[in-house]
């Protein structure tokens, strides 16, 4: 099976195969492309981990830890206290899980919400530092599962001032006390992906 850049993915036949030769499909299929929102390229030597950004909600939600952090701060200005609750969550972190919140090597995921569960098929870039649609690149070599019965929670959650996608955002239940939801960013629909639209009005259906 060979990875595919945009052609392929634009091209629900070609997903869809791909799916296929994973062992993730059924009858009524949703496909749909995600970007990473945590991404920023390679600049980050490690892969797994959460942002500055969501590392200053939970430090929030553990006690006020983050006092005047703000979403946006760079990953320096965390304090000791909200680093030790982020080393603690990235310690519990599977190896699907670190994919899932990778933020140095996959731009975004193309996915497949079936019945019992989700398929994952990581995508990376050429290099690029913001994460676009347009230069994604599938990994199918580390394409991944997650039941259902693995969540905590599932949801669309709204993106601050972005009308246009939806955080697709998962808990996993391992991960202890801390609520992280992945910073996986889902286009209502994109020019560049025929299928994206009427697949997302599906997924609404279903979360």
């Known amino acids: 099976m060979e990875n595919v850049a945009i052609e392929g993915i634009s091209n629900l036949q070609v997903v869809t195969n791909m799916f ?14 995600t970007t990473n929102r945590d ?7 490690n892969a797994g981990g959460i942002m500055t950004t969501n590392a200053a909600v939970v430090g929030a939600k ?7 952090l703000v979403a946006g701060a760079v990953a320096g200005a965390v304090n000791s206290a909200v680093q030790e609750q982020v080393n603690e969550f990235n310690s ?23 019945s019992t569960g989700i398929g994952v ?21 580390h394409y991944f599962f997650i039941g259902y019965n693995e969540l905590e929670d599932k949801q669309l ?14 808990c ?13 960013q889902l286009p209502k629909k994109h020019k560049l ?8 009005n599906k997924l609404t259906s279903r979360f």
């Open 92 to 114: 519990k972190l599977d190896n699907r899980q670190q994919i899932a919140f990778d933020r140095s090597t996959y731009a975004g995921f193309l996915i497949n919400v079936i």
């Open 62 to 68: 553990k006690g006020g830890l983050v006092g005047g």
């Open 172 to 184: 996993f239940k391992n991960t202890g006390d801390l609520k992280v939801y992945t910073p996986w």
């Open 20 to 33: 296929t030769q994973l062992g993730c499909v059924e009858a009524d299929n949703c496909i749909l492309v």
């Open 193 to 200: 992906i025929p299928y994206q639209e009427a697949n997302f």
């Open 157 to 170: 959650k709204k993106l601050p001032l972005n009308f246009s996608s939806m955080q697709f955002a998962m």
């Open 121 to 141: 098929i990581p995508c990376r870039n050429s290099g690029q530092i913001v994460p676009k649609v347009k230069d994604l690149i599938t990994d199918i070599e």
């Open 39 to 45: 991404f920023v390229g390679g600049s980050v030597p």
